[in-house]
């Protein structure tokens, strides 16, 4: 299996602004781009919820920064934002576009709360809490001063009014060491769980079949296995009931009895109806008895057989023989 690549802030965003706007986002890019982002939404696994609302606001803020800069320079935009926001929001916006061009020292823990970042470095040497200090956000520095121990706040605020120049390479080693240590703190499950895949997904089904047809062939060149189990989630049994009672009729026919009691044994009331009304009256009374004969079953043997049904109909689909109404998408009689 191909080696899985680092999202980039733009997958992080389009999960962020959720599914509907991400969708309308990508009907915009090229398809080239479109896919590698999708690739990159499908492979994301971890992230902090403070680094989501993070990546919103550095958006907004870097365009309009950006807006500011192009009228009259980094002068212009300072005065402006100023006047607009304060000195200090002013100076965090501008600190996130400088950001968005050039990579500053300890640039991941200015995603991350200021309390983690004090749990990562409340036992370091004092010159190095004042070092890093020094690279953080106001808000966050604030936080992580006020959780030292009095003596140590005192040495950490003189050593942060005499720090001058320190060594690129010493710099980097000691992010690297920060960079490891969050690392085995994510492992432990310090971090909010997200599955790429879903929001995908999500995003996936609020788009046309061209469009989707095109992401996951691209994905099926890059990473096969990834790319099927897209598809399996594409279309749930839940989602039965979004169909038209012509394509429920059609799916009907291709379908084994058998098959359709496992797979209702653990459905809604609302998919149960949504079959039994397009079934006929005997059709009907041999499937309930069906499954009122069968018993009890695992889950397994339900998940198998519905993912069978689910099959049938991702097939008949393609065949264009039923359709699946999906966002911005209208049907014409």
Do not use: C, W
Not at 39 to 52: F, M, P, V, Y
Not at 123 to 137: D, F, G, R, S, W
Request: charged share 30%; glycine share 4%; hydrophobic share 45%.
């Amino acid at each position: 299996m191909p080696e899985k690549r680092k999202p980039t802030k733009a997958a992080l965003l389009l999960v962020a602004v959720g599914k509907d706007l991400a969708a309308r986002i990508l009907r915009h890019m090229k398809e080239d781009e479109a896919e590698k982002l999708a690739l990159e939404i499908a492979t994301l696994r971890d992230l902090d919820e403070k680094t989501k609302a993070n990546i919103l606001e550095e958006f907004i803020s870097v365009i309009k920064a950006k807006e500011f800069l192009g009228k009259g320079g980094i002068e212009y935009a300072k005065d402006v934002l100023e006047k607009a926001y304060g000195p200090q929001k002013a100076k965090e916006i501008l600190e996130r576009l400088l950001a968005a061009v050039q990579v500053m020292p300890f640039e991941f823990l200015r995603k991350l709360d200021g309390q983690q970042i004090a749990n990562l470095i409340q036992n370091e040497h004092p010159q190095t809490i004042a070092l890093v200090m020094n690279y953080l956000k106001a808000d966050q520095a604030a936080i992580v001063f006020t959780s030292l121990p009095p003596n140590l706040q005192a040495e950490v605020a003189f050593r942060m009014a005499v720090l001058e120049r320190t060594s690129p390479d010493i710099i980097q080693a000691i992010e690297e060491q920060f960079r490891q240590r969050f690392a085995t703190l994510a492992t432990r499950g310090d971090v909010t769980r997200i599955n790429g895949i879903e929001a995908l997904v999500k995003i996936l089904n609020s788009l046309d079949q061209q469009t989707q047809s095109n992401v996951l062939n691209y994905m099926d060149s890059q990473d096969p296995e990834l790319a099927e189990e897209v598809r399996k989630r594409m279309f749930t049994f839940d989602d039965i009931i979004l169909l038209d009672d012509k394509s429920i009729q059609r799916i009907l026919r291709e379908v084994d009895t058998k098959d359709l009691a496992l797979a209702l044994k653990a459905a809604s009331e609302q998919v149960k109806e949504k079959v039994f009304k397009n079934m006929s009256q005997r059709a009907r009374e041999m499937l309930q008895e069906e499954m009122e004969f069968m018993g009890p079953v695992r889950l397994r043997q339900v998940e198998e057989a519905q993912a069978k049904i689910i099959t049938i109909i991702r097939r008949l689909e393609e065949a264009g023989e039923i359709i699946i109404l999906r966002g911005g998408e209208e049907i014409v009689t």
